[in-house]
């Protein structure tokens, strides 16, 4: 079934957007009388749409989403160069994290603007599209790495460096409620940012003996977590 | 330490290449004296070399590589679009294959020339260098699916598709001795291709309950195994 992000979905009939109703007559040719389901990833909301004309379709009253994530995931990632931010919000969403949260660090040397939220957020919803997930990420951009540890709720944390115990000690432990990973950005955390997530009661842990790219860190990790959880 | 991938290690004194007296020079900044480590991927072999000129090095008695994989993984993917095939050998050399085939499929409409499996095992002896591994895993381009199945001896075999059964039901179901993934290309498998895969003893396996894409599905199911394995 086609599914289409929307937002503020109510019984009744609405006028689609350019990129909306371009996404419906051009992409997937659908036509007066098709249907596809409407979905609001931020709300986990989906009701059934149909088409009514080239610019209009007709919503059916809402329900909540299918397909939504049953564990709270949070992805805490040192802000990395170039467009790899785009990646990670894309794997990290496909793999189930819940909350993204991109920090300045010691080695990290992007800063990158606060406008960057809204793309990522709309990365976000586009990958939940296209995973057949009903529910999307929180991204933020976090004001330093010590105030988004001190934001972090879950039960089980791990942060990640090569110098860790292995992931599976803390992973199959015990299962988890809710689970936090911090990633460092290119050159990895400081001593000293190790040490800040051990006070907030995150594990060091590696994934492997050999050195992750920063960027293939959300997928190899949120898809060892699934194995456990999915 | 620098590592350095580099053909045919022998004991003595020789000239390096443009590229590899670039990586010295230029990217590392060593001077006459400076040392590195220099591997051969494919032999598993490593030395010690010094640099005795802008473009000799002088290369130690040598050994077998520190950071070899242990446990031999076989990674089988259907030819994907674009450049996702450079992407996929990056994230399966880093997370451990030990051999990766790209394959024809039914739903794959990449039909890659011969000459990109000497690119392939480029970028794989570059992913292992930095992701610090001794050996790179051998690229191949399979001549048909149903051929790179019977080509497989593994142990434990995985063929990816949301219909299967968890993972970890085949992953932690006993210790592998060695494994294959299949993963199809843009468009998955077709159920002809499924049950090709079921009559050369592949189970039929899914990583969470979304829909995953093609070049995420390395790092994600590599990184599941790596969890129990690493």
């Not at 997937?28 to 989906?46: N, Q, S, T, Y």
């Not at 994290?97 to 920090?103: E, L, N, Y």
């Amino acid at each position: 079934m086609i599914r289409l992000p929307m937002s503020d979905l109510c019984e009744g009939e609405r006028e689609l957007d350019a990129a909306q109703a371009r996404y419906v007559s051009r992409v997937h040719r659908l036509r007066v009388g098709d249907c596809f389901v409407a979905f609001d990833p931020h709300a986990a909301l989906e009701c059934d749409a149909e088409v009514v004309s080239a610019r209009r379709v007709r919503l059916s009253k809402t329900r909540a989403s299918t397909h939504v994530t049953s564990l709270a995931i949070t992805w805490i990632h040192g802000c990395p160069k170039g467009d790899k931010a785009d990646a990670i919000v894309r794997d990290a969403t496909e793999l189930g994290a819940t909350r993204i949260v991109f920090v300045p660090t010691a080695r990290a040397v992007a800063r990158p603007a606060a406008a960057r939220v809204e793309r990522w957020a709309r990365i976000a919803r586009e990958a939940a599209r296209q995973c057949n997930r009903g529910d999307a990420p929180v991204v933020e951009l976090g004001a330093s790495f010590d105030h988004t540890l001190e934001s972090v709720g879950a039960t089980t944390r791990v942060c990640l460096d090569p110098r860790g115990v292995p992931l599976r000690d803390v992973l199959m432990a015990k299962p988890a409620d809710s689970l936090a990973f911090a990633a460092g950005p290119e050159g990895g955390f400081t001593d000293g940012e190790l040490r800040a997530a051990t006070q907030h009661a995150f594990v060091v842990c590696r994934l492997g003996t050999r050195i992750m790219r920063t960027e293939t860190a959300p997928a190899a990790v949120l898809g060892a977590a699934l194995l456990l959880g999915g």
